[in-house]
């Protein structure tokens, strides 16, 4: 029998994937609210200027989001 983690992984590769656009910028925050760290987190600034990693546990979902703000410009901070 599979162990768990090798079901989940598969599992995980065939779910359909949310909707990064959807997921990124549905709570009101926009590109220029996000930053991507040198080890290739994302963050993100809240209004008051207070920023925050983003947390995100779904493997291809991450890739997908981090791509997307690449895409949009949003740049790297050191």
Known sequence: MA?????ERH???CEQLP???VF???KGISASDYFITDS???G???KNGREFDLIIDHPRLA???L??????GVGSIV
Request: charged share 30%; aromatic share 6%.
């Open 3 to 7: 162990k768990s983690g090798k079901r």
């Open 11 to 13: 599992q995980d590769a």
């Open 19 to 21: 909707d990064v656009d």
């Open 24 to 26: 990124l910028f549905s």
């Open 40 to 42: 290739g987190s994302i």
């Open 44 to 46: 993100f600034r809240d």
């Open 63 to 65: 890739i997908a989001a």
């Open 67 to 72: 791509n997307t703000l690449k895409a949009l």
